[in-house]
Nanobody
Framework: VQLQASGGGLVQPGGSLRLSCVAS????????MGWYRQAPEKQRELVAT???????NYADSVKGRFTISGDNAKNTVYLQMNSLKPEDTAVYYC?????????????WGQGTQVTVSS
């Protein structure tokens, strides 16, 4: 199984970006998909998760600004990021709990850089 993330880039404060992550390979189902981020010299932190394409959870720092959504048929998760702030600058990683033959495996994407700067 591979996770391919895309959509990062450079944006001015107050701007928007949309991240995408596609899971491919042997997948029976996906229980949870999510986004994490890691800023320089900081630990990786949870940004948002979506369970079975519907139930969502957000870090307090992004509530009201970021929206996570999923397309189960395409094994894809999106992160719409609005009202971006310089403190949102980080490498964003997608994550998935993949079910294969009734066993769960955790996979990470390669990361995509988001830079918020004027």
């Amino acid at each position: 199984v591979q996770l391919q993330a895309s959509g990062g880039g450079l944006v001015q404060p107050g701007g928007s970006l949309r991240l995408s992550c596609v899971a491919s390979g042997r997948i029976d189902s996906i229980g949870v998909m999510g986004w994490y981020r890691q800023a320089p010299e900081k630990q990786r932190e949870l940004v948002a998760t979506i369970i079975s394409g519907s139930s969502t959870n957000y870090a307090d720092s992004v509530k009201g600004r970021f929206t996570i959504s999923g397309d189960n048929a395409k094994n894809t998760v999106y992160l719409q990021m609005n009202s971006l702030k310089p403190e949102d600058t980080a490498v964003y990683y997608c994550n998935a709990a993949v079910i294969v033959r009734n066993r769960q495996y955790i996979y990470w994407g390669q990361g995509t850089q988001v830079t918020v700067s004027s």
